[in-house]
């Protein structure tokens, strides 16, 4: 299975965020070829700042293996982890994080801050930006112009 087919089943997950009203960002993590993780952004609907896509997935791995440690995993996200997110790679060890789009708020894989990849800490995910760039960034820019022009309707 390819690069592009996972970031598919993540694009999968963030169409279901967008559906339910939530920034559509969403996240597998697979384990040789098989996803073991999924999550999609609820924390509007949880009222919890924690409930990131990322954080989802990657709790549902560690659950599945029996193991905070997913050293042999890769990580496919819609959207450039923010700081939260990516200190959460960094201890579960992630392997290779594969993400769809930078975030210019947010990012915290190189874009604004640099937690992932950071040299100082102890472990640095493979991180790879681009797969179905275009498809995030349509569908986060569709969430985000649905915003504003219900905003201005109101």
Do not use: W
């Amino acid at each position: 299975m390819t690069d592009e087919y996972f970031m598919d089943r993540a694009l999968e997950l963030a169409e279901l965020a967008f559906k339910e009203d939530e920034v559509p960002i969403g996240a597998v993590v697979v384990l040789k070829g098989e996803i073991i993780g999924r999550g999609h952004n609820c924390n509007r609907q949880r009222n919890d700042p924690t409930m990131h896509a990322e954080i989802i997935a990657i709790r549902e791995a560690a659950s599945f293996l029996g193991n905070e440690r997913l050293t042999e995993c890769d990580l496919f996200v819609t959207k450039e982890p923010c700081a939260m997110c990516s200190g959460a790679i960094v201890h579960s060890r992630i392997k290779r994080l594969v993400i769809a789009t930078e975030d210019i708020k947010y990012g915290a894989c190189g874009t604004v801050l640099q937690v992932c990849g950071n040299p100082l800490l102890n472990h640095n995910p493979q991180i790879i930006f681009g797969v179905k760039r275009e498809e995030s960034r349509e569908l986060l820019q569709k969430f985000f112009a649905n915003k504003r022009m219900n905003k201005k309707q109101a």
